[in-house]
């Protein structure tokens, strides 16, 4: 009854506006009364924070992915821009409701808590982080790192789907997309790792 109710008011918010939908369209949409959408659902914002979590628990599951793939930390790291950009074109309302309408940020500030948003980010860090410790990119502020790899591709995917891209022909918009991944990619050179010169002498084991 949650995915249904999630459903409807999905397309309702994109087609007539947030503003314009009410639970009592909300409902009419599925055969229901206002009272039932009650029962499951404070109000539209709590909705549209259910929609929210699950185009989280989406993408986190398409990030996960990554995991056990036999991949370089390089190749994750990179792989992990491209699945993201990939959920976001593949689930552009999803996508539009996670993150550009602002009432899910007042949501999150109500609740005091975002932990499905939290576990994604957690997962992209620790790519970020284990990219910098086998050399797969330059080492430096984790936090930085992952900060401006979400906004990079958080950028391309906004510009998108809210249709930013005007100064861009239709037909040529994603190749130019993919491409700028690549090019925002290859401006992220990896290094060597570094070693520790080698030690004179004898060394003692420790016991780790």
């Known amino acids: ?30 055969g229901y009364t206002p009272g039932a959408i009650y029962s ?5 914002d709590d909705i549209l924070y259910a929609i929210h979590e699950q185009g989280f628990a989406r993408l986190g599951l398409l990030l996960h992915t990554l995991d056990g793939g036999g991949l370089s930390a390089r190749e994750r790291f990179e792989r992990l821009g491209e699945l993201y950009l990939r959920f976001a074109f593949e689930n552009p309302q999803y996508y539009d409701l996670m993150f550009i309408k602002d009432r899910t940020a007042k949501k999150i500030e109500e609740l005091g808590q975002w932990d499905v948003g939290l576990d994604t980010y957690d997962f992209v860090r620790a790519v970020v982080r284990e990219s910098m410790r086998d050399g797969a990119l330059p080492t430096g502020d984790v936090e930085a790192a992952t900060f401006a790899l979400w906004a990079s591709v958080h950028g391309m995917a906004s510009l998108v789907i809210r249709s930013r891209c005007k100064m861009i022909p239709p037909d040529a918009l994603s190749t130019v997309v993919a491409e700028a991944y690549r090019w925002t990619m290859r401006a992220m050179p990896a290094q060597e790792p570094a070693h520790p010169p080698r030690a004179r002498g004898r060394v003692r084991r420790s016991g780790r």
């Open 1 to 30: 009854m949650r995915e249904r109710i999630c459903s409807a008011a999905m397309d309702l918010f994109l087609r007539e506006g947030f503003e314009r939908t009410s639970i009592r369209r909300i409902a009419a949409a599925i």
């Open 40 to 44: 499951y659902f404070g109000d539209k």
